[in-house]
């Protein structure tokens, strides 16, 4: 199985990255060009077969409620921890525009 035309965007997922088994997405459609663009060629077809949507029904409630916590106070709190984090790491190569570590090619 992999997320299929239809499927929500948003919501949780199984194997976003290959360390957690199943997580939240704003929107899976990024995660997966990401995969395609950036990935290593060979992981590529394991990583987009493994991600497939989960219905909260599925998940225990406390799980569901804790993710959504941690969702709004990593949102709420993003340019705070971003300043402590550039702070330490004066030469991290932070763009604002992707909102992210940009590494060279």
Same mark, same amino acid.
């Given at each position: ?18 360390? !957690?088994?199943?997580? !939240? ?23 987009n077969r493994c ?21 709004? +106070? ?12 550039? +702070? ?5 190569? !932070? ?8 590494f060279a090619r």
């Amino acid at each position: 199985m992999t997320v299929r035309e239809g499927d929500p965007q948003e919501g949780f997922f199984t194997f976003i990255h290959h360390d !957690w088994p199943i997580e !939240w997405s704003g929107n899976i459609a990024e995660r997966l060009e990401f995969i395609a663009s950036n990935k290593p060629k060979h992981e590529r077809a394991t990583r987009n077969r493994c991600i497939v949507y989960v219905p909260e029904a599925l998940l225990p409630a406390p799980f569901i409620e804790a993710e959504r916590v941690y969702s709004e +106070a990593r949102r709420v709190h993003f340019d705070q921890l971003l300043s402590i984090a550039l +702070a330490l790491v004066p030469d991290a190569p !932070w763009s604002q525009m992707e909102t992210c570590l940009v590494f060279a090619r």
